[in-house]
Nanobody, 126 residues
Protein backbone atom coordinates (compact mmCIF):
# COMPACT_ATOMS: atom_id res chain seq x y z
CA UNK A 1 0.00 0.00 0.00
CA UNK A 2 1.30 3.43 -0.95
CA UNK A 3 2.26 5.61 1.98
CA UNK A 4 2.42 9.38 1.79
CA UNK A 5 3.86 11.45 4.62
CA UNK A 6 3.23 15.17 4.73
CA UNK A 7 5.35 17.70 6.59
CA UNK A 8 5.89 21.43 6.81
CA UNK A 9 2.66 22.54 8.38
CA UNK A 10 2.49 24.93 11.30
CA UNK A 11 1.26 28.25 12.60
CA UNK A 12 1.87 31.37 10.54
CA UNK A 13 0.55 34.91 10.51
CA UNK A 14 -1.62 36.16 7.69
CA UNK A 15 0.53 37.19 4.76
CA UNK A 16 3.19 34.66 5.61
CA UNK A 17 4.43 31.59 3.77
CA UNK A 18 4.79 27.87 4.32
CA UNK A 19 6.14 25.06 2.20
CA UNK A 20 4.55 21.66 2.51
CA UNK A 21 6.29 18.47 1.46
CA UNK A 22 4.94 15.00 0.79
CA UNK A 23 7.21 11.98 0.56
CA UNK A 24 5.71 8.96 -1.18
CA UNK A 25 6.67 5.31 -0.92
CA UNK A 26 5.18 4.58 -4.34
CA UNK A 27 7.77 2.97 -6.60
CA UNK A 28 5.76 4.17 -9.56
CA UNK A 29 5.50 7.73 -8.21
CA UNK A 30 6.82 9.31 -11.41
CA UNK A 31 4.04 7.66 -13.44
CA UNK A 32 1.19 9.41 -11.67
CA UNK A 33 -0.17 12.89 -11.19
CA UNK A 34 -0.27 14.09 -7.59
CA UNK A 35 -2.10 16.78 -5.73
CA UNK A 36 -3.09 18.48 -2.53
CA UNK A 37 -6.50 18.67 -0.92
CA UNK A 38 -7.52 20.35 2.33
CA UNK A 39 -10.19 20.17 4.97
CA UNK A 40 -11.09 23.17 7.10
CA UNK A 41 -12.80 22.74 10.48
CA UNK A 42 -16.42 21.76 10.03
CA UNK A 43 -16.13 21.63 6.25
CA UNK A 44 -15.78 18.97 3.59
CA UNK A 45 -12.48 18.23 1.92
CA UNK A 46 -11.73 20.44 -1.05
CA UNK A 47 -9.39 20.30 -4.01
CA UNK A 48 -6.36 22.63 -3.80
CA UNK A 49 -3.88 21.84 -6.56
CA UNK A 50 -2.57 19.09 -8.82
CA UNK A 51 0.46 18.38 -10.96
CA UNK A 52 1.03 16.01 -13.86
CA UNK A 53 3.42 13.07 -13.70
CA UNK A 54 6.15 15.09 -15.41
CA UNK A 55 5.46 18.35 -13.60
CA UNK A 56 4.69 20.03 -16.89
CA UNK A 57 1.03 20.70 -16.15
CA UNK A 58 -0.56 22.12 -13.02
CA UNK A 59 -4.08 23.00 -11.96
CA UNK A 60 -5.30 25.13 -9.05
CA UNK A 61 -8.48 25.89 -7.23
CA UNK A 62 -9.55 29.48 -7.82
CA UNK A 63 -9.17 30.24 -4.13
CA UNK A 64 -5.41 29.61 -4.19
CA UNK A 65 -4.49 30.53 -7.76
CA UNK A 66 -1.63 33.03 -7.82
CA UNK A 67 -0.68 32.34 -4.19
CA UNK A 68 0.13 28.62 -4.12
CA UNK A 69 2.57 26.71 -6.31
CA UNK A 70 2.70 22.94 -6.63
CA UNK A 71 5.87 21.19 -7.77
CA UNK A 72 7.47 17.77 -7.65
CA UNK A 73 10.83 16.05 -7.62
CA UNK A 74 10.48 12.56 -9.11
CA UNK A 75 14.03 11.63 -8.11
CA UNK A 76 12.99 12.11 -4.48
CA UNK A 77 9.41 10.80 -4.80
CA UNK A 78 8.29 14.10 -3.30
CA UNK A 79 5.62 16.65 -4.10
CA UNK A 80 5.61 20.18 -2.67
CA UNK A 81 3.13 22.97 -2.07
CA UNK A 82 4.56 26.46 -1.69
CA UNK A 83 1.97 28.66 -0.03
CA UNK A 84 2.43 32.42 -0.08
CA UNK A 85 0.23 35.33 1.04
CA UNK A 86 -1.57 33.02 3.40
CA UNK A 87 -5.01 34.00 4.68
CA UNK A 88 -6.93 32.86 7.77
CA UNK A 89 -9.33 31.01 5.46
CA UNK A 90 -6.44 28.82 4.34
CA UNK A 91 -6.46 27.24 7.81
CA UNK A 92 -7.03 23.52 7.31
CA UNK A 93 -5.50 20.09 7.39
CA UNK A 94 -3.63 19.64 4.12
CA UNK A 95 -3.43 16.20 2.55
CA UNK A 96 -1.14 14.94 -0.15
CA UNK A 97 -3.16 12.94 -2.67
CA UNK A 98 -2.37 10.31 -5.29
CA UNK A 99 -4.17 10.50 -8.61
CA UNK A 100 -6.54 7.70 -9.56
CA UNK A 101 -6.41 8.77 -13.20
CA UNK A 102 -4.47 6.90 -15.85
CA UNK A 103 -2.40 8.40 -18.60
CA UNK A 104 -1.56 12.07 -18.68
CA UNK A 105 -4.76 13.40 -17.15
CA UNK A 106 -4.38 15.93 -14.34
CA UNK A 107 -6.77 15.71 -11.41
CA UNK A 108 -9.21 18.60 -11.13
CA UNK A 109 -11.51 17.47 -8.35
CA UNK A 110 -11.61 15.26 -5.28
CA UNK A 111 -13.03 12.28 -7.18
CA UNK A 112 -9.88 12.14 -9.31
CA UNK A 113 -7.78 11.06 -6.34
CA UNK A 114 -7.56 7.50 -5.05
CA UNK A 115 -5.63 7.84 -1.81
CA UNK A 116 -4.10 10.43 0.49
CA UNK A 117 -1.81 10.79 3.46
CA UNK A 118 -2.46 11.54 7.11
CA UNK A 119 -2.34 15.28 6.63
CA UNK A 120 -0.49 18.22 8.15
CA UNK A 121 -2.12 21.09 10.00
CA UNK A 122 -1.80 24.62 8.67
CA UNK A 123 -3.07 27.43 10.87
CA UNK A 124 -3.07 31.04 9.69
CA UNK A 125 -3.67 33.66 12.35
CA UNK A 126 -5.13 37.06 11.59
Amino acid sequence: QVQMVESGGGLVQAGGSLRLSCASSDRTFSNYAMGWIRQAPGQERKFVASISWSGGSTFYANSVKGRFTISRDNAKNTVYLQMNSLKPEDTAIYYCAHSALIGKLVPKSLVDFGSWGQGTQVTVSS
